[in-house]
């Protein structure tokens, strides 16, 4: 299996001042106009997966102040764009796991299954306040969600929406199910609100250790170096695992460690766990070929240091020199994100065996 290529699109760029660098009008920095442009970019370019940062409270650093919620940005972008697959950023601590279920299936419906989750937690004592709740363990918080969420998928089974006109039903109600989940602060006994998805369970990704491997499709896994990454895939089971990469990449006006010193004047670029590459496009396309053969590493999830300079070099010299030597694919038209990724659709929990999954 080829490399699988994902880039995050959320804001800026990776940098806390990337907005000091930004091309576009302050005056439209996440409006929908800009959401639809980068990702036709980047699905022009060939990348397979964009995901969308988010957080319960808005980002700092001194850019927008606020934004549009990743879900909502996502369905925009599965409604504009035909090959691209989108994967917003929901954290899991404070927010209702029946909500995001159906907000997830919906985005889902519209990307004709292209749709995943990159699950996330609110550790800060700031969010907590800001919520009026008491400070939640992230942990169990983000593995109760994960797991009222998956059931709430599956509380529709695929044939429950049958359409009689002659009896006027429209659906089969033997074939909606109670989930009856207990959590430590809540109940949830559903079922959903939004029938089952295409993909009947969305791709979930999530950083490696935030919830059990069980419970994800695909790992997000970092490390200071080749080695680190590679000892860090080896310890997941999920069926897939992605390195988070941040890249700050040559352009044809500044070199990215220069690029990288300027935005640090204003702000440090603290690390987060992930590779950082700084360098020439063909370098990068060398650590990625490095990356793959290591084996372990099904995929890469890049965070360009400034989203407008360093999107433009992937686009024309990285994912294409990626393409052209066979290392990465682009997606087919009509697939799922599932599909793209070699997984199989997973059977309903409710069916009966021998039953349509």
Known sequence: MSLVLAVEIDGEGAHPAAWRRAAHPPSEPLGPR??????????????TLVTLDDDLLPPGGGGAVGRIGAVERAAFIAASTSVLSVAPVVSTTYTEPFHVSSQLASVDHIAAGRAGWVVAASPRPEVAAAWGRPAADPGQEALDSVRVVRALWDSWEDDAVIRDVATGRYLDRD????????????????????????????????PHGLVPDAEVDIALVGGADLDAVHRAAAATTTPRTFAEIEVALDTAAADGADRVAELDEHAPWAGGGRLRYTGSPQGLVALLADLDAG??????????????????????????ALINSRLAGRPVPGVSLRQTLGLPRPQNRYALPGEPA
């Open 175 to 206: 074939r909606l199910h109670y989930i009856d989940y207990t959590a430590a602060g809540y109940t949830v006994k559903g079922p959903a609100i939004v029938p089952r998805s295409p993909q009947g369970q969305l791709v979930v990704l999530a």
């Open 295 to 320: 084996g372990g590493v099904d995929g890469v999830r890049l965070h360009p240091l400034v989203l407008d300079e360093d999107l433009a070099v992937l686009s024309q010299f990285v994912v294409p």
């Open 34 to 47: 800009r959401v639809r442009h980068v990702a036709e970019i980047a699905e022009r370019a060939g990348f």
